[in-house]
Nanobody
Framework: QLQASGGGLVQAGGSLRLSCAAS????????MGWFRQAPGKEREFVAA????????AYADSVKGRFTISRDNGKGTVFLQMNSLKPEDTAVYYC???????????????????WGKGTLVTVSS
């Protein structure tokens, strides 16, 4: 089970840190991803991190502004979001998978477990 938190309202240029806590065992075996869905738009990939934390991937739209990290001891993945823009406004979801590989990390179809989203609103 995944539980995302940390969303809220922030002004453009501000920062937020999202967290996603996982229950269960073997958290380190899972690749963790963040996805988002803006109103009226399809879900899109944001960032992902391999189980051992050694490999990460980012959407071009967030590269250099967002950082994904994880604490396997606490079963938690984080998304540090800096220099937020109004277009970052969306519901953010965390997801987990043991079967993604590097070429499929950006595809939501390859994630098996999803948390309830947390809303991020960036005002201009």
């Amino acid at each position: 089970q995944l539980q995302a938190s940390g969303g809220g309202l922030v002004q453009a240029g501000g920062s937020l840190r999202l967290s996603c806590a996982a229950s269960g065992r073997s958290f380190s075996r899972y690749t963790m991803g963040w996805f988002r869905q803006a109103p009226g738009k399809e879900r899109e990939f944001v960032a992902a991190i391999k189980g051992n934390g050694g490999g990460t991937a980012y959407a071009d739209s967030v590269k250099g502004r967002f950082t994904i990290s994880r604490d396997n001891g606490k079963g938690t993945v984080f998304l540090q979001m800096n220099s937020l823009k109004p277009e970052d406004t969306a519901v953010y979801y965390c997801a987990a998978s043991q079967r993604v590989i590097v070429s499929t990390m950006r595809s939501g179809n390859h994630y098996d477990y999803w948390g309830k989203g947390t809303l991020v609103t960036v005002s201009s």
